[in-house]
T-cell receptor
């Protein structure tokens, strides 16, 4: 296993469409995190899972956002009815027992 | 609330010169501190971390950082930069690695 994998790397969509991002963590890592990074800013925490349980969600995660981690393996982040303000890099990270985070290369969303 | 300040948005140094990137944090307890590096369009790579113990920590690529509790700082240093060090650098603080708070980042440019 070479690291955290994210797909797609880049998604262009029209406002109002739904998009889904997938993250495959490092195989032995039990924790998985989603962050959002807008241009010129540092990443901001969105949510995290321990195994299949979603333990915390940021206020940034509006009701148009939903994340799942079925069976405690890969995770998906879905954004419904996208808005231009959703344009950002969505970063996934994983860790083992709360130690350091290992990040994927991100999924860049552009909403036209 | 936790916060991280990176006072320098952009720094330019000459190749071979020494480097120091500043990071100040606000945190109620003993923090876990991290430095990450991000190349354009890529995810974040961990350079080094401080959890406890020796306040001078060594990282990858010849970087080091010093935790100074009295100054609430965790500055990153490198004695001699290389052109390949040009990137964005992020300082982060958290309790464990569960919900990191990142600074705004410092963009490093290297002059040949």
């Amino acid at each position: 296993d070479t690291g955290v994998s994210q797909d797609p790397r880049h998604k262009i969509t029209k406002r109002g469409q739904n998009v889904t991002f997938r993250c495959d963590p490092i195989s032995e890592h039990n924790r998985l995190y989603w962050y959002r990074q807008t241009l010129g800013q540092g990443p901001e925490f969105l949510t995290y899972f321990q195994n299949e349980a979603q333990l915390e969600k940021s206020r940034l995660l509006s009701d148009r956002f939903s994340a799942e981690r079925p069976k405690g393996s890969f995770s998906t982040l879905e954004i419904q009815r996208t808005e231009q303000g959703d344009s950002a890099m969505y970063l996934c990270a994983s860790s083992l027992a709360g130690r350091e985070l290992f990040f994927g290369e991100g999924s860049r969303l552009t909403v036209l | 609330a936790q916060s991280v300040t990176q006072p320098d948005i952009h720094i330019t140094v000459s190749e071979g010169a020494s480097l120091e990137l500043r990071c100040n944090y606000s945190y109620g307890a003993t923090p876990y501190l991290f430095w990450y590096v991000q190349s354009p369009g890529q995810g974040l790579q961990l350079l080094l971390k401080y959890f406890s113990g020796d306040t001078l920590v060594q990282g990858i690529k010849g970087f080091e950082a010093e935790f100074k509790r009295s100054q609430s700082s965790f500055n990153l240093r490198k004695p001699s930069v290389h052109w390949s060090d040009a990137a964005e650098y992020f300082c982060a603080v958290g309790e464990g690695a569960q919900k990191l708070v990142f600074g705004q980042g410092t963009r490093l440019t290297i002059n040949p």
